[in-house]
């Protein structure tokens, strides 16, 4: 597999990540082995990028992560956050970005994933009580003491980026970015291509929608989070259904599946974007692989933006805006 820089700093990545949260949490029921098995797949595979965060589970996805990467650790760019803060029991206790917490948080993640340093260590939420300053300081400590090599952002406003990047310098902002979540383009991914920091896209498959395997929520898992998801709400949900139609249609021509032209087109955006599609299932892994072989030229282009034009899409990506884009 290709390779894809992000940053200025030297991080070196795989083209495609993989996402490792739905393994333990949000998209139902799943199944450790397997889960350990799409890991090794994926590194077998040329992925070097996963992506986890101490929050899903809570805690059990980076427990998952550490016992796949067991006797691996030297191919893996392992990436994890902190902010989001739970309880044991799953509750959510809310976004921390104090310094102290910062610091502990580094430590209990690298228990779990049984490793000495974390290559990737991103603020998963920008706590709007804690000055960046502080927050991204106290993450400069851990890249000064070798327990972190590099720094990254998730869902940060282009003022946070700006104020954050010149703490200490960030070499990647995680944002949701696909065929139906395009509002970063406005000014986050000009601000970071300005700044030089690299741009992980997460959900690249619109969680799942893009893919054509889900027409109704009543598909989805009593406990799958996309039931909260107004974009998966009844009405909003029928409307969307247009965007998978053009990926669909567009993907049979291209000889492919609907995932795979999907992730192309996100992999077209730019050499500095790698998106970091999530699976728990293997036959899934390899499909959304198959995207790097997917081309799309300047007509497959014009295609989705015509039939996919920004705002298309019906309905917030979260039931609570406010959180993101802080």
């Not at 333990?24 to 070097?48: M, Q």
Request: hydrophobic letters at 40%.
């Amino acid at each position: 597999m290709e390779s894809r820089v992000l940053g200025r700093q030297g991080l070196v990545v795989s083209a495609l990540g993989l996402g490792c949260m739905g393994m333990s949490e949000f998209y139902g029921p799943g199944d450790e082995a397997e889960s350990i098995a799409v890991i090794h797949r994926a590194l077998d595979l040329g992925v070097t990028l996963l992506d986890t965060a101490d929050m899903y589970g809570p805690f059990t996805n980076e427990l998952l992560v550490g016992k796949a990467i067991a006797g691996r650790r030297a191919g893996v760019v392992l990436a994890t956050k902190f902010g989001n803060e739970r309880s044991p029991d799953g509750a959510y206790l809310g976004v921390n970005g104090r310094p102290e917490y910062v610091l502990a948080a580094c430590d209990a993640s690298l228990a779990r994933l049984g490793v000495d340093y974390v290559d990737l260590y991103y603020q998963h939420r920008v706590d709007p009580s804690v000055p960046i300053e502080e927050t991204v300081g106290a993450m400069a400590q851990l890249v000064a003491s070798g327990k972190v090599r590099y720094l990254g952002l998730s869902e940060a406003a282009p003022a946070t980026i700006r104020r954050a990047h010149a703490t200490h310098p960030i070499s990647a902002l995680q944002t949701e970015y696909s065929l139906w979540t395009r509002d970063c383009e406005e000014e986050v991914l000009p601000t970071v291509r300005e700044l030089g920091i690299g741009f992980v896209a997460y959900s690249p498959l619109g969680r799942g929608f893009l893919t054509g395997r889900i027409t109704s929520d009543a598909e989805l898992a009593s406990d799958d989070f996309r039931r909260r998801n107004p974009r998966f709400a009844q009405g909003n949900l029928e409307h969307n259904l247009a965007i998978v139609a053009a990926v669909r249609e567009l993907a049979e021509h291209k000889g492919g599946t609907p995932a795979q032209l999907a992730l192309a087109w996100v992999l077209a955006q730019g050499e500095d974007i790698v998106p970091i599609p999530g699976t728990k299932r293997l036959r899934y892994l390899e499909e959304n692989l198959g995207a790097t072989s997917v081309v799309l030229d300047e007509s497959d282009l014009a295609f989705l933006e015509d039939r996919i034009p920004k705002g298309l899409v019906a309905g917030d990506r979260y039931p609570d805006m406010s959180a993101v884009n802080r």
